[in-house]
């Protein structure tokens, strides 16, 4: 398995609070990607990264914010969680380009 | 308009019973497409990458084929621990974004 954890796997939390995600990989891949996936909508990407401090969005990226200080670690930051953010979030790398990505085990988020 | 479909979105088969899968894509300039595996509870597993009209992958009882406007995911004699989703994502070229499709849950009977 590629090296790549997620934390927390299982969050509950209440409309309006900040909610942070964190990624964490031990592969030194350059690309690391969120995604959510929802019944009906399947995989979609949040924000991905091409670099340390490189970021930009995905297609459903209102509501959230990336940080990429290091190279192993990408944060998914819920400003003020909102129940339409309840879903699974996926992290996934990928080496020198973004072609054979590799996933997480996720994170399961219930905003209430 | 969706740029990439899977059909159909649900398959069971009983144990040994071929059968294909297809992922359709409307993109121009397709960079890759690529398969994954996705069990209950965890992350997709990538499968294959096919980058050219024609080329074609196999591991185990998978095979998957590209041609100009789709791809197939073949599996032959199918075993209950085939049951998965299945999950096609294309790659344009100039992009760095990997478009899924909403996948085809699979169910093999013994």
């Known amino acids: 398995d590629a090296g790549i954890t997620q934390s927390p796997r299982h969050k509950v939390t209440e409309t309006g609070t900040p909610v942070t995600l964190r990624c964490h990989q031990t592969?030194?891949?350059?690309?690391m990607y969120w995604y959510r996936q929802d019944p009906g909508h399947g995989l979609r990407l949040i924000h991905y990264s091409y670099g340390v401090k490189d970021t930009d969005k995905g297609e459903v990226s209102d509501g959230y914010s990336v940080s990429r200080s290091k190279t192993e670690d990408f944060l998914l930051t819920l400003e003020s969680a909102t129940s339409s953010q309840t879903s699974v979030y996926f992290c996934?790398?990928?080496?020198?380009?973004?072609?054979?990505?590799?996933f997480g085990p996720g994170t399961r988020l219930t905003v209430l | 308009e969706d740029q990439v479909t899977q059909s159909p979105e649900a398959l069971r088969l009983q144990e040994g019973e071929s059968s294909s899968l297809n992922c359709s894509y409307t993109?121009?300039?397709?960079?890759?497409l690529f398969w994954y595996r996705q069990d209950p509870g965890k992350g997709p597993e990538f499968l294959f990458t096919?980058?050219?009209a024609g080329e074609e992958k196999e591991k185990e009882r998978l095979k998957a084929t590209l041609t100009k406007k789709e791809s197939f995911l073949h599996i032959t004699a199918p075993k209950p621990e085939d049951s998965a989703t299945y999950l096609c994502?294309?790659?344009?070229?100039?992009?760095?974004?990997?478009?899924f499709g909403k996948g085809t849950k699979l169910t093999v009977n013994p």
């Open positions: 096919l980058y050219s």
């Open positions: 994502a294309v790659l344009q070229d100039g992009s760095e974004k990997l478009v």
């Open positions: 993109v121009s300039g397709l960079r890759g």
């Open positions: 996934a790398i990928s080496g020198n380009s973004p072609e054979q990505q590799f």
């Open positions: 592969e030194n891949h350059r690309y």
